[in-house]
Each structure stands twice: as C-alpha cells, then as structure tokens.
C-alpha cells in the first residue's frame, strides 16, 4: 500500500499561479522527497527535507513538514507551462532504505 | 552521460513467455531500487539492493519476479510467464549509501503483455 497520499489529485491553474500540493504519511521518516514526473518519462528529483527540517527552499519551489501532523506541502511559485507534470511525494522510512510513493499530482498549468 | 539506464525502452511480450530487463545505475551508488508504475499510480515499490544483496522484496512481488545484481553494478529483472497484469512501466533507481540522499532514476522499461 502507499505511505503517502498527495492532495489533491489534479489540479488546473493559470500561468503565473502558485500551485501547492500536500503530501500525508503514515509511518515515522528519516526524509520526505518530492519527484516531477513528465508524461510516461522518469521521474526527476526536486528537493529533500529530512525529517529535523520544517521548510526547506530550491528556486521556486518552497516545501515544508510537520511530522506532528504527518503532512508536507510543495509550493511552486509563479508556474510556468513547463511545469506541467505529475509530482509524487516519497517517504524514507527510518525502518528502511526504500522510498515510498504516493499516488501524485497531476498539475496542468495553462499558458 | 552516468544516469541511470535502462535496457530495453519498450517491450512487447505474448502472454506466457518470460522477459528481463536490464538496469545500469550510476557507477558509484551502492543502492539499486526496481518499482513498478501502472497508468495514474505512483510507483510501487518492488526491491532493492546494497551492492550485490537484496535487502527486501515487497510482499506483493509473486515468485514469478525475480531479481539479481550479481557484482553490485548492473541488476537484471526477470518477470516469468507474463500475465496482462504484469503490463506497466518498470523503473530502475539508484542512490548512494548515505542517509538522506535522494534517488536517481532511469527512463523506464514499458512492458505490454498481449
């Protein structure tokens, strides 16, 4: 079963628009990553956030975590068309190497 | 280029026969990671290995998968008497070692089981 749950499943915005995606997990984490995954290509790390670190930044991108609440959130600020994709959160558990993947995101942004 | 690659891009496969895939991760990870991806899913987590062991197989893996890394560069896939169901993408990452680094993936490998 999946660790992660993204929220919501699809979203729709107009260039220019921030999009924020919310990542929930079950089990406790060594980190949280979020992925980009382009139509039917790999997928494309993005940032990493262990589990000590509340919000982290990367150019447009501004995620944070609430371990009390299980919960993460990817902000992309001013989108662009090319940001166009699925985005996953991913956990990696303290109990394990592995990553977990959530079910996605699909953001469209309209030009 | 040193990414992770993935051998073959498409592959196309009657139902019944047996099929592997071949991943080569960059050269220094230690971590070799097989999940499979189904139209609309996140992928779903199959293996991995430290070097040549295989450290976990997920319970959803029938005994039909199977998986080897020989000399801890290279990992085949190895998926017998194909079902449709075995139809989806299967994606190869890699990683170093260290705790809290991220994972580096391949292309994929699309199978279609007809």
């Known amino acids: 079963s999946q660790q992660g749950e993204e929220d919501p499943q699809a979203l729709s915005i107009q260039e220019g628009e921030n999009a924020t995606m919310n990542c929930s997990y079950k089990?406790?984490?060594?980190?949280l990553q979020w992925y980009r995954q382009n139509s039917g290509r790999g997928l494309v790390h993005l940032i990493l956030?262990?589990?000590?670190?509340r919000e982290k930044h990367s150019g447009r991108l501004r995620v944070t975590l609430d371990t009390s609440k299980k919960s993460s959130s990817l902000l992309i600020t001013a989108s662009r068309a090319a940001d166009t994709a699925s985005y996953f959160c991913a956990t990696a558990l303290v109990s394990s190497y592995k990553l977990i993947f959530g079910s996605g995101t699909r953001l469209l942004v309209r030009p | 280029d040193t990414g992770v690659s993935q051998n073959p891009r498409h592959k196309i496969t009657k139902r019944g026969q047996n099929v592997t895939f071949r991943c080569d991760p960059i050269?220094?990870?230690?971590?070799l990671y097989w999940y499979r991806q189904t139209l609309g899913q996140g992928p779903e987590f199959l293996t991995y290995f430290q070097n040549e062991a295989q450290l976990e197989k997920s319970r959803l893996l029938s005994d039909r998968f199977s998986a080897e890394r020989p000399k801890g560069s290279f990992s085949t896939l190895e998926i017998q008497r194909t079902e449709q169901g075995d139809s989806a993408m299967y994606l190869c990452?890699?990683?170093?070692?260290?705790?809290?680094?991220?994972?580096?993936f391949g292309q994929g490998t699309r199978l279609t089981v007809v």
């Open positions: 990452a890699s990683s170093r070692t260290e705790s809290n680094t991220e994972a580096f």
């Open positions: 050269s220094e990870h230690n971590r």
């Open positions: 956030i262990r589990s000590n670190e």
């Open positions: 089990t406790s984490i060594n980190n």
